[in-house]
């Protein structure tokens, strides 16, 4: 009788485990779904950012700048990448090694760079 008792407890136990884990997992799928829903509002809109840099490459035949750049919020952590110059203009003077703060616009992932700003060598 005790086994059985036993047995019976551990799948009750086993049942209300995955009910309530049934029911966590809805609510965290709706919290999801509208976080979601507002990283689409929030991404179709076009957005600037103003951001600190180090110039590493020009590449005018490509008209892209590569830059060490620290955080941009909302979009990207610091790394290292190209950007696409929405005028070459803009880079003209700028030398490599130097700090720069520049201006990305766009809909990300699809932005430029509209402003350089020269701050001196790092």
Sequence with gaps: MRLW????LMNLAL??????GYLAWGRQTLRLEQELYAARQQAAVPRTWTVRGIVRAVLPEANVV???HEDIPGFMGPMTMGFLVKDP????GVDIGETVRFTLSGVPPNVVIT????EGKS
């Design 89 to 92: 203009t803009l880079y003209q």
């Design 15 to 20: 049942g209300l485990g995955i009910l309530l």
């Design 115 to 118: 402003a350089i700003e020269r």
């Design 66 to 68: 590569i830059l060490t």
């Design 5 to 8: 008792r036993a047995v019976v």
